[in-house]
C-alpha cells in the first residue's frame, strides 16, 4: 500500500497562487507517473496535471495551460503544482495520484491506482 501525502492546499483570492504539494514517503524511488486531479461539488473528478515518472514529460488540461505547472522535486517522489492566476472555477478538492511503476503519462483517473486524501482549493472573486 503506498500512501500519498498532499499538502499546501488552502483559500486565496482570484489572481493570487497556491503550491499544493504530494509526498509519497514510502517510496525510496521517483519512477512513477504523478498526476493531479480535481473534483467541484457536483462534478465529476477531472484531470488537471501530469509528469512523467522520468520528469521530462507533463500534460495539462487546456484550462489550467500557462497558469499551472507540475514538477518533481529533486528526490523524484515528491511533486509539486504551482497554480498561478486563480480564479473561482477553479475551487474544487484538488487529489494526488500515482500511477504504476515505468507507466507513461495519462488523463484518465483509471490509470492511476494510489490516490491522496485531498486538499481543498477555495478561491474567491
Known amino acids: 500500500q503506498v500512501q500519498l501525502v498532499e499538502s499546501g492546499g488552502g483559500w486565496v483570492q482570484a489572481g493570487g497562487s497556491l503550491r499544493p504539494s504530494c509526498a509519497a514517503p514510502?517510496?525510496?524511488?521517483?519512477?512513477?507517473?504523478r498526476g493531479w486531479f480535481r473534483q467541484a461539488p457536483g462534478k465529476e473528478r477531472e484531470f488537471v496535471a501530469v509528469?512523467?515518472?522520468?520528469?521530462?514529460?507533463?500534460d495539462y488540461t487546456d484550462s489550467v495551460k500557462g497558469r499551472f505547472t507540475i514538477s518533481r522535486g529533486s528526490a523524484k517522489n515528491t511533486v509539486y503544482l504551482q497554480m498561478n492566476s486563480l480564479k473561482p472555477e477553479d475551487t474544487a478538492v484538488y487529489y494526488c495520484a500515482s500511477a504504476p511503476r515505468f507507466a507513461p503519462v495519462g488523463r484518465s483517473p483509471v490509470e492511476y491506482d494510489y490516490w491522496g486524501q485531498g486538499t481543498q482549493v477555495t478561491v474567491s472573486s
Open positions: 509528469v512523467s515518472w522520468s520528469g521530462s514529460s507533463t
Open positions: 514510502g517510496r525510496t524511488s521517483g519512477n512513477y507517473a
